[in-house]
């Protein structure tokens, strides 16, 4: 039995199953002010400092660190919260005699971390800390309220993170969360163009689910980096937390866990289950043919620009543009039902991770997550496997047939660009409170980095539509357009991969 066309059907109703099971949303979480101010000056010694944020924040890592003006580390003496939104910090002795810098770490309803950092002057002055001297000479964490004997801290360097514990692991975690989201839109997209795209050759179909096999393995690999990471974070740093039975089950239990459990899962199920399911194309269904019907696709520039000496396969209506009477196909049966399986876990991972899916209603900017990320899987996934057949023909000295991907690809990168922007839209209007964040806050400024790179690609995508397709209809036997075709699908597939990147730091940062 042929399980795409069932799952495919079944995909819908169980996101929405998977997006009300996931609870309902809480407000965004960023830091929103202080008392005292970033850059403010008070004329009396501090001895309780407030800071507010815009959704449930609970301290992790370092939690909320001071230095004070003599270059000594002061942890709070006490640090309360009624609502996890109003956070209340007191310090005895007080805090004063210059300038304050602030550090706070704490971590969202779905686990990610966030920090920033701020400064102050108390100008009157206090009493002298008494330091110990039976503390080690190194940052050290002491009672609440005393310094730690250390070497004294420069304010710049404070504020930048450099004394920060946690900063290796927030980096690990990066780099965790780039493999995981690579892994995850190369293998989701890598099965939508071998069951949609791809027609011809066994070793086409071959090469692509070998790299979709692949994909699913770094999943998994991210997801364990991540995993350790985020463990090692909740513990200050101490990569001692990754063996910790008591962390695990914390991480584990939360919706990063979840996720994290999810891409684990997916992985390893489209790792074993991308079987080679191959059908001659004349026996399967096109749904390229499909779209390209119900788009009117005969009406536009294809048609316009249809040779009358295309005569490849004079036996086919399409002369042989679709597909070849030879071409095989990747029609997925039971033996592939794991790794659709696991292409849909890898998506449902997405609506228990991130901080897109802690504002706004959980339905609604679930599903609208969900629309994005398969759109860009399919995209960037579908454009990878495209540079991917056309070198291994070019290299293998077979026939590239540029304008055959050309014409199958382009359909269905464009419902997915769509898809794309307008989902992309509709989570920015949802997550940003106003037109100043996208300069203001770091979420803001890196999505107009991935917009930036998205507009690339997508304009790269476009000179392929408008100018190199109908070049090729044009001039179906030249040799030049399909070495174009091929130089220039190879530029779109860098300026994805700078997507993916700044995607993935864009899934931990703050608004």
């Not at 199958?408 to 964040?437: H, K, M, Q």
Request: glycine share 12%.
């Amino acid at each position: 039995m042929r399980l795409l066309p069932r799952l495919g059907l079944l995909f819908a109703p169980t996101a929405v199953v998977l997006v009300a099971l996931a609870g309902p949303a809480a407000a965004h979480t960023g830091f929103e002010s202080s008392d005292p101010a970033d850059g403010a000056t008070i004329d009396l010694p501090l001895d309780e400092l407030t800071l507010v944020f815009s959704g449930e924040a609970e301290p992790t890592g370092d939690g909320f660190q001071i230095l004070d003006p003599s270059g000594e580390l002061r942890i709070p003496t006490a640090s309360s919260s009624d609502d996890g939104l109003r956070w209340v910090l007191r310090f005895d002795p007080p805090l004063g005699g210059g300038v304050v810098g602030v550090r706070w770490m704490v971590k969202a309803p779905d686990a990610h971390p966030i920090d920033g950092s701020f400064s102050f002057t108390a100008s009157a002055t206090t009493s002298p800390v008494t330091i110990p001297e039976a503390q080690p000479a190194s940052i050290a964490v002491a009672p609440l309220g005393e310094s730690v004997a250390s070497p004294k801290l420069d304010l710049s360097t404070f504020l930048e993170g450099d004394g920060n514990d946690t900063e290796a692991a927030l980096r690990v975690g990066s780099v965790g969360r780039i493999f995981s989201l690579a892994g995850a839109l190369v293998a989701i997209g890598g099965l939508v163009f071998a069951a949609v795209v791809l027609r011809g050759d066994p070793r086409d179909i071959r090469l692509v689910l070998f790299w979709v096999r692949r994909a699913g393995l770094i999943v998994v690999i991210g997801a364990l980096i991540e995993l350790a990471a985020q463990l090692a974070i909740d513990g200050g740093g101490e990569w001692s937390a990754v063996a910790s039975p008591a962390s695990i089950g914390a991480v584990l239990f939360s919706p990063f866990g979840i996720a994290v459990a999810l891409r684990i899962g997916g992985g390893m199920a489209v790792t074993s289950g991308a079987r080679m399911d191959v059908v001659p194309a004349s026996t399967a269904p096109d749904p390229v043919a499909a779209i390209r019907e119900l788009v009117s696709a005969g009406a536009g520039v294809a048609a316009d620009h249809r040779p009358t000496e295309l005569t490849v396969e004079p036996s086919r209506p399409d002369g042989g543009v679709l597909s070849h009477d030879n071409d095989h196909a990747w029609l997925p049966g039971t033996n592939s039902a794991g790794a659709l399986l696991g292409a849909l876990a890898l998506l449902a991972a997405h609506l228990f991770d991130g901080h897109t899916v802690t504002k706004g209603d959980r339905l609604l900017t679930g599903i609208v997550d969900l629309v994005h990320v398969a759109g860009g899987a399919v995209w960037v996934g579908g454009v990878l496997m495209l540079v991917a057949v056309i070198w291994a023909r070019h290299n293998q000295g077979r026939d590239v047939r540029a304008l055959q991907l050309a014409i199958r690809f382009s359909p269905v990168a464009t419902v997915a660009l769509v898809a794309v922007g307008v989902a992309g839209l509709v989570l920015a209007i949802i997550i940003l409170d106003s037109p100043a964040e996208l300069w203001t806050t770091a979420w803001g400024r890196l999505l107009v980095a991935k917009t930036v790179f998205v507009a690339a690609a997508a304009g790269v995508g476009g000179y392929n539509h408008t100018v190199l397709i109908p070049e090729m209809y044009a001039s179906p036997h030249n040799p030049k357009f399909p070495a174009d075709f091929r130089a220039v699908v190879t530029a779109e597939a860098v300026l994805l991969f700078g997507v993916l990147v700044v995607t993935a730091f864009l899934l931990g940062a703050a608004s």
